[in-house]
């Protein structure tokens, strides 16, 4: 029983099966209204990811439509790209070697860097880490046109 009173009575959108304890929300892709019981939210979901299935995949940078599933790869999650993207070989080759050359070369004079690297300030808008002395210059820089 309710708090306050009978419990309202659900019925499933799909079979019209009244819902016990386990209703399920329908994902809104499918255009379905209420709530779902156990069978119909599984039969929409094989549909659904059936549906999927038949849209060929696409490298999200050079748009090459990837057939096999050797050419398929997943970037990283230290990309901070969208969940379900996947890219040509090629292309993660690419971004992998940008990413790599990002975090251990200097972004100003592309020196390699050794166990200590220095993170630029947000307001000198640079991309990728510093060593020592690109950082003390950018800082001294920036201290003699009057920012601080």
């Known amino acids: 029983m309710h708090i306050f009173g009978k419990r309202q009575v659900v019925h499933c959108s799909v079979c019209g099966k009244e819902l016990g304890r386990h ?3 329908p ?3 499918w255009g379905i209204e209420g709530m779902l019981c156990g069978l119909c939210h599984l039969e929409k979901t094989k549909e659904f990811t059936l ?3 038949e849209v060929p995949d696409i490298c999200a940078f050079c748009k090459k439509e990837l057939a096999d599933n050797q050419d398929r790869y997943k970037p990283r999650w230290q990309w901070e790209m ?3 993207t996947l890219l040509c070989k ?3 080759q690419k971004k992998d070697a940008d990413y790599n050359k990002k975090l251990n070369f200097c972004a100003i004079c592309n020196c390699k860097l050794g166990m200590f690297h220095y993170h630029p300030k947000p307001a000198w808008q640079i991309d990728g880490n ?3 002395k690109c950082w003390d210059r950018q800082n001294n820089k920036n201290n ?3 920012e601080r």
């Open 23 to 25: 209703k399920y929300r």
């Open 27 to 29: 994902s809104e892709e």
């Open 51 to 53: 549906e999927q299935k």
């Open 82 to 84: 969208e969940s379900g």
């Open 90 to 92: 090629s292309c993660y």
């Open 130 to 132: 510093l060593c020592r």
């Open 144 to 146: 003699t046109n009057g």
